[in-house]
T-cell receptor, first 111, second 116 residues
Framework: GNSVTQMEGPVTLSEEAFLTINCTYT??????LFWYVQYPGEGLQLLLK?????DKGSNKGFEATYRKETTSFHLEKGSVQVSDSAVYFC??????????FGAGTRLFVKA | DAMVIQNPRYQVTQFGKPVTLSCSQT?????MYWYQQKSSQAPKLLFH?????FNNEADTPDNFQSRRPNTSFCFLDIRSPGLGDAAMYLC?????WGSGSSYEQYFGPGTRLTVT
């Protein structure tokens, strides 16, 4: 079946550090891939997306590239800020009405 | 701005006392979802509406029901809340997945339910 595996947190970084959150997936067909972010006490917000192999999604300094050969969609940011502290969810959609979410990775950024 | 609105943001109910959570959207999306989320775990899909068609997830307890009187509004009814139903409830919308869109979901801010 379809599934998403992302690195366990929490991830703790100092401000301006480089961020990578790993995400790999298992899916039949050609899924669309997403990163959602959830700030404390809020709902999920779409951070970025990619709909086909080799697409790069980007937003607010975050990037992720859809790698079909490695079934991965790792999230990166070159310089994190305290305001990036949140929970990040990798997700995939293959059709129908169900999005498969990873377990989430909590990021803490220290000033 | 087009958005998904949930009311109330915080709801306290007593064990066994029915409670209704509401969601409205100004995005005019066909599809509306209800998720349950505990302690920043992955959201768990309870059910969704595609227009007026209701689709229940197989493992959603009978205690959870939903109504969608029109395109804009959707309600989550918990008939007899137990302590284990304390959670964040998230409403989300999306376009029809056959519409050629990339099918991202738009979430409301959530309602945090406490059961005493």
């Amino acid at each position: 079946g379809n599934s998403v595996t992302q690195m366990e947190g929490p991830v703790t970084l100092s401000e301006e550090a480089f961020l990578t959150i790993n995400c790999t997936y298992t899916a039949t067909g050609y899924p669309s891939l997403f990163w959602y972010v959830q700030y404390p006490g809020e709902g999920l917000q779409l951070l970025l997306k990619a709909t086909k192999a080799d697409d790069k999604g980007s937003n607010k300094g975050f990037e992720a590239t859809y790698r079909k050969e490695t079934t991965s969609f790792h999230l990166e940011k070159g310089s994190v800020q305290v305001s990036d502290s949140a929970v990040y969810f990798c997700a995939l959609f293959t059709g129908g009405f169900k999005t498969i979410f990873g377990a989430g990775t909590r990021l803490f950024v220290k000033a | 701005d087009a958005m998904v609105i949930q009311n109330p943001r915080y709801q306290v109910t007593q064990f066994g006392k029915p409670v209704t959570l509401s969601c409205s959207q100004t995005l005019n999306h066909n599809v509306m979802y209800w998720y349950q989320q505990k302690s920043s775990q992955a959201p768990k899909l309870l059910f969704h509406y595609y227009d007026k068609d209701f689709n229940n997830e197989a493992d959603t307890p009978d205690n959870f029901q939903s109504r969608r009187p029109n395109t804009s509004f959707c309600f989550l009814d918990i008939r007899s809340p137990g302590l284990g139903d304390a959670a964040m409830y998230l409403c989300a919308t999306s376009r029809d997945w056959g519409s050629g869109s990339s099918y991202e979901q738009y979430f409301g801010p959530g309602t945090r339910l406490t059961v005493t």
